[in-house]
Every structure is written in structure tokens, then in C-alpha cells.
């Protein structure tokens, strides 16, 4: 994920062949209620949105 402001959101997709890592913007941050600095897997052929809204937190809706 790029570095945001708040209120700033992302679409990612994963086309490739294999389930791939989406970290957050830095170290201090997270993805729902993954730890600080983890990583989501996205599985091939699917996508999500994220959004950023605090400092330190992110929310991501991943696809089916």
C-alpha cells in the first residue's frame, strides 16, 4: 500500500498465479485487527479496497 492521508483508499488485485502480501503503509500501522506492520495474504485472481482511517489503522474488505 502507498503512503496515505487520511480518508484515502486503494483497490488492489492479485492476477498472478500464486497468493500474494499487502503490507500496510509503515511499521506503526495495521490491517483490521492484524497486528502492527502484518500483512494480509491476497489470493490469486481476487481484490480488495482499503481504506485508511486513522494514523495508524486501515480497513480492508477483501473479495470472495
Request: with cysteine.
Amino acid at each position: 500500500v502507498y503512503s496515505a492521508e487520511l480518508g484515502d483508499s486503494q483497490e488492489i488485485y492479485n492476477g498472478g498465479a500464486n497468493a500474494c502480501s499487502v503490507y500496510p503503509d509503515s511499521t506503526s500501522a495495521q490491517f483490521n485487527a492484524l497486528g502492527n506492520g502484518n500483512a494480509f495474504l491476497l489470493a490469486p485472481n481476487t481484490m480488495c479496497h482499503v481504506r485508511k482511517i486513522t494514523s495508524t489503522r486501515w480497513i480492508a474488505i477483501l473479495s470472495a
